[in-house]
């Protein structure tokens, strides 16, 4: 069994997809708690599969290091086998990503390298991206520039909005995350950051 921490700041969707993956027994990973860096709704699917969660926003601290320092404090207190960023949309520290990487990963709705960052998918739109997708990574300590483990593709549809795409890129991303942790349960990927 894997044990993970995930980390969000919005709906969830992706944990919520991870999670309903748990409830197969079969699928060997378990979530040992879910951490936001705002109050979020994501975290009501953690309560509702009556796993801990935490928040610990940065507003409450004096300095990102500060407020990393404890959120990795409360990472490690689950010890988990893997922490998954999946939505969490803050650029933490080099401290926290050198105490937990290679075992973190994160998801981001582009077929990195190509845009990166926090919007991701306006910006693929904005290039005029014929296709985009979705990359699981290693984090590293650049913003989305970790080793990648997977990537899915899809075709961008003409006249579709920002929203409408993420959506669809969601559903995409969504699986791809939950045969990654897999995967990684299962040692198919190995997460070395020599690649
Ligand atoms: C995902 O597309 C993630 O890659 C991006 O934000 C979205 C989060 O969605 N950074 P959700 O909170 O999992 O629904």
């Not at 969000?8 to 936001?36: H, K, Q």
């Not at 998801?107 to 904005?126: I, K, N």
């Not at 909005?161 to 890129?169: D, G, N, P």
Request: glycine content about 8%; hydrophobic content about 45%; overall charge negative.
């Amino acid at each position: 069994m894997l044990g993970v921490v995930v980390l969000i700041s919005g709906s969830g969707s992706n944990l919520r997809a991870l999670l309903d993956a748990t409830n197969n027994p079969l699928y060997p990973v378990r979530v040992l708690a879910v951490g936001a860096d705002q109050a979020c709704s994501g975290l009501e699917h953690a309560e509702l599969f009556g796993i801990p969660t935490f928040v610990i926003s940065p507003e409450n601290f004096g300095s990102r290091e500060a407020w990393a320092e404890t959120l990795l404090e409360t990472v490690n207190r689950f010890r988990p086998d893997l922490t998954v960023l999946a939505g969490f949309m803050k650029i933490l520290p080099h401290g926290f990503v050198r105490a937990l990487s290679p075992k973190l990963i994160n998801t981001h709705p582009s077929l990195l390298p190509l845009f990166p960052g926090a919007h991701g998918v306006r910006d693929a739109l904005a290039a005029g991206a014929t296709e985009t997708g979705v990359t699981i990574h290693i984090v590293d300590e650049g913003v989305d520039t970790g080793p990648k483990l997977a990537q899915a593709k899809l075709a961008i549809l003409p006249d579709e909005t920002e929203h409408e795409l993420h959506e669809r890129i969601k559903v995409i991303e969504r699986q791809l995350l939950v045969s990654v942790v897999k995967d990684i349960a299962e040692h198919r990927i190995k997460l070395d950051t020599s690649k």
